[in-house]
């Protein structure tokens, strides 16, 4: 549920309290002046009766047999304006027959719901009736008895209530309809605020709010922007660092693959010499000539690895002959094993590929086709590498089995490393599901105003690269973000 839409759910939930407390407030006003319009009614009675005793007593002249004649027209119309529509009043003179007169039983509103009905006695239950004494010459010559009669009541109560609830239901909708329109502007703000939060969470730390009229509102935009200055520089510092320290850890590599080949290399380039001549010049000589052979297997043993640890330490061809040769070399000494197949696709010239990006890329592909054999069994991996004007994208697909979800969960440090030399360079590094195994995709950016930090990676237009999956090949695309 919406902000929005949750507090005019509660605007109104407030205004059908309100009006329910109207309506029970409105209901108990009805009813005490039922109650009162009852008690005037008996007392203009009793009043009335009074006179036309006396004036009766005194035309006569005696106090006999005055009770049936006090109030000759007691059912005629002119008794009824002593008593208020709805009510009906009892008269019982000393020793005569109780007159009942109603008035205004039909006026008194239009009929009333069953439901309501019932529910009015079960709340409110009968009215009380008033009873009044009529006195004469200090003695109780009569009573009178006011009743509200029940029906009248409830329809009269009905009256108010319709016109109450149906007043406070326009009144409710007007409320509801300027509640939706007010809360809605004075929440726009927070629908910005949400957008370059959003902005932001995806990578975006360009994204800034400006200055709200609201002070609230106000407060958290320049929290949010503080926010994105704060992520803005630390992911700077973290690029820069992270940069470094590859720079550092290839020029250690370097170093040491030096180390190697001068030192390490050159003594066994000498001990295969050394083997060679003894056993040219043991032929007389059957158990030297057997260990000179077996110092020659194990020399040459030792050069391949050392040649293969040169290789990984420092891509030979990456800085002579550029990117796509080293590649063409790496790939060509995994097809030595009889399994899995290699192949490589390069769809673009690579030969503009800055130095640190082309180290970055060569390094993803060494480490993909290094954790697809060390990890999986596949029978097939396919390399595939794209240039655009503004970024190159490498794709490496097998079909050795795993799932992206255990990757995501626990990164070994292959797949750690190859994420934060990407992004290290402003770029991006995803792995998804190929055909029976993995797919790892990464886009480095090219641009020279991408690489120095001036803008930031999510303002380019996002590559992915779409897999064919009937075909052995792969196949790049751009789409847009």
């Not at 040491?256 to 056993?279: N, P, S, V, Y």
């Amino acid at each position: 549920m919406s902000l929005l839409v949750g507090l005019v759910l509660r605007v109104m939930a407030v205004v059908a309290l309100c009006v329910a407390g109207a309506t029970a407030w409105m209901v108990l006003e009805v009813h005490r002046g039922i109650h009162d319009e009852a008690v005037g009614s008996a007392d203009r009675v009793v009043r009335e009766a009074q006179e036309l005793a006396w004036r009766e007593l005194t035309w006569r002249g005696s106090a006999g047999r005055y009770a049936k004649y006090a109030f000759p027209d007691w059912r005629s119309s002119h008794t009824l304006r002593f008593i208020s529509p709805g009510n009906c009043v009892a008269l019982t003179w000393e020793g005569e027959a109780t007159q009942t007169q109603c008035s205004g039983l039909e006026t008194a509103g239009g009929p009333s719901p069953a439901w309501f009905e019932a529910l009015h006695r079960r709340l409110l239950g009968q009215s009380v009736p008033v009873r009044r004494s009529i006195t004469l010459n200090r003695r109780e010559a009569g009573t009178v008895i006011a009743t509200p009669d029940p029906g009248a009541m409830v329809r009269q109560v009905w009256r108010q209530v319709r016109v109450l609830v149906g007043t406070a239901f326009a009144m409710a909708v007007c409320i509801g309809l300027l509640a939706t329109v007010v809360i809605g502007l004075t929440l726009r703000p927070a629908a910005l605020i949400t957008r370059v939060l959003a902005r932001l969470e995806h990578g975006d730390l360009a994204a800034r709010l400006p200055r709200l009229r609201s002070g609230g509102f106000d407060r958290i935009a320049g929290a949010v922007n503080a926010l994105g200055h704060g992520l803005e520089r630390s992911t700077a510092e973290r690029k820069a660092l992270t940069q470094r320290l590859f720079q550092v850890q290839e020029e250690e590599r370097r170093a040491l693959a030096r180390e190697l080949h001068d030192e390490f290399g050159q003594c066994l380039t000498a001990t295969g010499a050394l083997a060679a001549a003894i056993q040219a010049g043991a032929a007389d000589r059957p158990d030297l000539h057997e260990d000179a052979q077996a110092i020659s297997r194990i020399t040459r043993q030792m050069m391949q690895t050392l040649r293969e640890a040169l290789a990984h330490l420092r891509p030979p061809d990456l800085d002579e002959f550029g990117l796509q040769r080293a590649l063409q070399r790496l790939v060509a000494t995994w097809q030595r094993r009889e399994t899995p197949a290699f192949r490589l696709a390069v769809d673009d010239d690579l030969s503009g590929v800055p130095g640190p990006v082309a180290l970055s890329v060569y390094r993803v592909v060494q480490e993909c086709l290094t954790n697809a054999v060390r990890h999986g069994r596949p029978t097939e991996i396919n390399v595939q590498l794209g240039v655009s004007a503004d970024a190159v994208v490498v794709v490496v697909r097998d079909d050795g089995g795993g799932v992206p979800a255990d990757t995501d969960g626990a990164e070994g440090h292959g797949l750690l490393g190859m994420r934060e030399r990407v992004e290290a360079l402003g770029g991006r590094l995803w792995i998804g599901s190929a055909r029976n195994g993995l797919r790892i995709e990464a886009v480095i950016p090219i641009a020279r105003h991408v690489l120095d930090g001036s803008v930031p990676i999510s303002a380019l237009p996002a590559h992915r690269a779409s897999v064919d999956r009937d075909e052995t090949s792969l196949s790049l695309g751009r789409v847009a973000a």
